[in-house]
């Protein structure tokens, strides 16, 4: 279970990811754009026979950033490297190998169990939300924030990556009802209307009952 790390989920398995997880390398991660986008890794019995489970396939959420060491090591660019967690690691490679396998990856769209969920954070108006247990391809690419409910609600406002998951507005939202929409990198949108009640505080999670599929 990673607890924070460049996607800025605090906890993988409360932000609806569970314990298969991985730090990616900057081939991968592009500046946080890979936070929660989903891949099915296979070990390539082809490259390593000894220590590859065959016929085993596991599928992990990117949610953290593997640095390269810029000498040699497996997350330097333009490597496409996979740090994942024990748990996941152990459905394809044998026991015994805490090491490198070597792998065939490819991106799948994510399943989560019920909506995506929106955790406010920031102080005055200084609002950043962070975006987790999002289906479909499951990383963001565009946010934008809407406060107020019905005629009293404003405009749409676009909002900024801050870092990883988490998306920035200078909007003043307090005490607002408030309404995200959403664009994945595969261009699908949706709306979450009135996600976040106006009685909200910073540090809260509110679950939607939108999901991307």
């Keep these: 279970m990673n607890v924070g790390g460049a996607c800025g989920y605090e906890n ?3 932000a609806g990811f569970g314990v298969n997880t991985a730090a990616v390398s900057g081939a991968l991660f592009r500046g946080g754009a890979a936070c929660g986008a989903c891949y099915q890794l296979i070990c390539d019995a082809k490259g390593d026979p000894k220590w590859c489970l065959r016929r085993t396939a596991v599928t992990v959420t990117a949610t953290n950033f593997c640095p390269p060491n810029n000498h040699g090591g497996w997350c330097d660019p333009p490597r496409r490297h996979f740090d994942m967690s024990m748990p996941a690691f152990f459905l394809i490679a044998r026991r015994g190998n805490e090491g490198i396998i070597p792998v065939l990856y ?7 169990s019920g909506g995506v969920r929106f955790t406010l954070k920031g102080q005055s108006n200084f609002n950043m939300v962070m975006i987790s247990n999002v289906g479909g391809s499951g990383s963001v690419r565009a946010v934008w924030v809407k406060a107020g409910a019905g005629r009293a609600g404003g405009s749409w406002v676009p909002m900024h990556r801050n870092w990883g998951a988490n998306w920035q507005s200078r909007s003043d939202i307090r005490s607002k009802t408030i309404s995200f929409r959403l664009t994945l990198e595969d261009g699908k949108t949706l709306l979450f209307p009135n996600v976040v009640p106006s009685t909200w505080s910073f540090g809260q999670t509110f679950a939607s009952q939108n999901q991307f599929f």
Excluded: W
Aim: charged share 40%.
């Design 12 to 14: 993988t398995v409360q």
């Design 106 to 112: 490819r991106r799948v769209a994510c399943k989560r």
